[in-house]
């Protein structure tokens, strides 16, 4: 991929792992509204839509959300969420290999970065602080910061014009289809990692541009030895 001049990078499931945290805080908040709990594994097929549908899911004990679901129900499991992912700390939340020595080599060749994540924006600039990546990244989008969120290509389009960037110098860098979808709508590159969380299917799935096993592999996509 000659060319590349800015990547987008996704948050859980491409550079850290945040399921067990994510996971203990919506079982909390399931015990604490007298429902059934939820595992790591379920945790793992539900995320990647931010954390409105994972909770909505949670209630519904199914990826497909129910729809009978009671709305104040869901705002109110999904404050609850919200406060004990907060207060959880992320104490279980992991870099996953080769991601910060990657992103040092990137940024250390003059290309800019961003982070393009459904996570709510209230928990991102602190999580990347906590792992010591905040400084590779110009730009910082949350599932909340614009009207729209991925597979919506609306923040790849914004990064683009901000930076006054064609299509084929914009890369994304994910593990879900969501990434896969809003890159490909918005005709740009995109990297698929087979290790993230993909509802539990295989990445490839998507037809991604590029499909890799480890991060570190993305200096070889962009010609960085």
Same mark, same amino acid.
């Given at each position: ?16 792992? +945040?399921?067990? =945290? ?15 709990? #939820? ?104 599932? =909340? ?22 299509? +084929? ?6 593990? +879900? ?33 590029? #499909? ?14």
């Amino acid at each position: 991929m000659d060319g590349i001049q800015f990547i987008a990078f996704d948050l859980d499931g491409t550079l850290l792992d +945040s399921v067990p =945290d994510l996971a203990e805080a919506a079982d909390k908040t399931m015990q604490a509204l007298g429902l059934p709990g #939820v595992t790591v594994a379920q945790t793992q097929t539900w995320i990647g839509n931010g954390a409105e549908i994972l909770i909505g899911r949670a209630l519904s004990q199914s990826i497909d959300l129910d729809p009978e679901l009671d709305p104040a129900l869901h705002q109110q499991a999904l404050a609850l969420f919200n406060r004990f992912y907060e207060e959880g700390g992320h104490k279980k939340t992991v870099l996953y290999d080769g991601v910060k020595h990657t992103l040092e080599t990137l940024h250390q060749a003059g290309i800019p970065m961003a982070i393009v994540t459904n996570k709510p924006s209230q928990f991102v600039p602190h999580i990347l602080e906590e792992y010591g990546i905040a400084q590779y990244f110009v730009d910082v989008i949350g599932g =909340d910061t614009f009207p729209k969120k991925k597979p919506d290509p609306y923040a790849l389009h914004w990064l683009m014009e901000k930076h006054c960037l064609s299509c +084929s110098e914009m890369l994304m860098v994910g593990d +879900s289809r969501n990434d896969i979808l809003a890159a490909q709508a918005a005709s740009c590159y995109v990297v698929g990692l087979t290790y993230g969380y993909n509802y539990g299917l295989p990445i490839s799935d998507s037809n991604p541009d590029r #499909v890799l096993d480890q991060f570190s592999q993305l200096l070889d996509v962009v010609s960085i030895a």
